[in-house]
């Protein structure tokens, strides 16, 4: 009872140092506090994350009844950064300082950066293999909750929001998650991208291209390989 009143997971961890006999009896809502409703980002790290914190006993899993899945990750603008930019600096009425430009420029090549490393989790069809082991690993999931990134969200483990923070106009919620971020889409064949956007804004796919994927398939094929019965349930 007292334990279920902190209100930070970190005084129940130290809860538990007291003693044994304390240990014992709130370990069942530690780990239901630290791993019961997690948030899990379409990256590798975030996914290593969840694994590392099931592993710790072999019922963890069992503590976990909803999860959330974000559907947008790390993705490079249709039109380009400069395009991106611009788009917002119109919208939003911003005025660019030297300083201002040197940080989006730093903050774009940060995004490339992250994408060549990792782009090929998601474009590749490893986030619909992880995500199949995750839930495998859940036999008490009831609900999938699926969303987008909510404004001025970032998918963590890049260091360009925290370069975003010392633009001069900067807000908690400033709008740029349409520069960085999006659904993903690639060939389940091929496994990598091969449609594109032309000039005009229209879709058009390499020759030879196979079958489309995107957030919304690699989430069936994973609910379907991994055999959980849980609820999706799409928060707007």
Sequence with gaps: ??????????????????????????????????????????????????????????AMGSYVHKITLVTEGLKEHEYGYNWGWENLQNLEDLYFTSQDLDIINST???????????????????????????????????????RKLRSGEHVPGWAGPELLKHLSFFQEDLKVNDIYYGNWKYDETHLRVTCHIDEFGDEYLEPGAGPQATFSEDLQAAVATSGTNAEIIEIV
């Design 1 to 58: 009872m007292i334990a279920s009143n902190l209100a930070k997971d970190s005084d129940i961890g130290e809860a538990r140092l007291t003693c044994k006999a304390i240990s014992e009896a709130i370990s069942p809502l530690f780990r239901k506090r630290i791993i019961g409703d997690r948030t899990v980002y379409p990256t590798h790290a975030s996914f290593q994350e969840f694994f590392t914190l099931l592993n710790l006993t072999d």
């Design 108 to 146: 774009n090549q940060l995004h490339a950066n992250e994408i060549n490393l990792n782009g090929a989790f998601v474009n590749g069809g490893g986030y619909r293999t992880t995500l199949g082991l995750l839930l495998a690993r859940l036999p008490r999931l009831q609900v999938i909750q699926v």
